[in-house]
């Protein structure tokens, strides 16, 4: 391996680079987990996430990757034989379907071409269709993380709503929570996923369940095996500041700076960065004559963007010139993707310089695998921050 100086370019869509004021705030003695101390802590962190969830209603953090925060919405809200609708967007939610059918859930999964977010109406059309309401959940993934696009839960209530079919609504937001507009109160969410090293900038290692009455209801009628993942069981221990058995005390340090930083800038600022990174990498694309995997402009993630490479050059083969000559890794094509397509993500601790050098290393490596591109992408993203200065500079410097 190369030597190399200053600061690895660490731009895949998650684990996501780490403030070092949240690398700070965990750098503390690990606390009595049943003292007042800790207590303390525990209840801030427990508001924090009511917030960035935006809602009034418990939210369960476990120590557990975004995959055992997926198992427990499953074995709280269904038990095994439990109908689901499900869409395929991509290997994420192809990985949740596959936790669905362990399970023993009845999945009608939705196929998609992995280029563009859910459906709605062929999810409507299936609710429309089931009249004696055996489908308990529908469940979608808000950001599809594997291809950068995402999917509109409010837009799925709405069906819900409309049809009047009272099927819970699950959302996986593991890569859209901290970096996209989400509510989960005001969409009708039931249960919403997510886990610390995306958009929420930790290291891995929370996961998070937020639920509504109507899922806490579910949950508690529910007679099936569950224990390490019982929300009724954390949520009585939450009543006096504990779990019932060690949280990640060092994690939740982390995350109570981290929330504290997302409300310094200000959650609505947080949400318009990461729309305005997202349009500048796609203007780079766009300018390189390459393609966004993503084809549904309304579907565009502002957490990611996954590029697709010319027939016959080998994504992965540039992301490993890119990541020897300059020191950045970016995100591999996952499953049937792979070797296609590569991600760039541009979510969590991020600036606009940060794009840049991110976006020049892309170019200067398309170079390097002569892959057919032309020049000027990183042009075409600075005009996109700047609002079109750099191509007016260009205009003057050529006149
Ligand atoms: C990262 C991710 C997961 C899986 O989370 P792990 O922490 O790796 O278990 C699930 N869904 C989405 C959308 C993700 O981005």
Redesign the pocket.
Known sequence: MAVHTGRHFLQI??PTNVPDRVLRAMDMPTIDHRGPEFTELGFAVMAAMQRVFQTKNPVIIYPS????A?EAAIVNALSPGDKVVMAETGQ?AT??RNIALKFKLDVDFIASDWRAGADVAAIAAKLDADKDHRIKAVMI?H???STGCVSHPHEVRKALDRIKHPALLMV?T??GLGSLDYRHDAWGVDVSVA?S??GLMLP?GLGFNAVSDKALAAAKANTSIRSYWDWHEIIAANTSGSWPYTPATNLLYGLKEAVVMMEEEGFANVFARHTRHGEATRAAVRAWGLEVLCKVEADHSGALTAVMLPEGHDADHFRQLVLENFDMSLGTGLAKLKGRIFRIGHLGHFNDLMLMGTLSGVEMGLGLANVPHRQGGVLAAMDVLTGGQAAQSKQKAVA
Do not use: A, C, Y
Request: proline share 10%; aromatic share 14%.
């Open positions: 869509p998650g990757s975004g995959t055992g997926w994420f990985l949740w993934v950001n599809e993380t996986d593991i890569s886990g090293q995306k891995p």
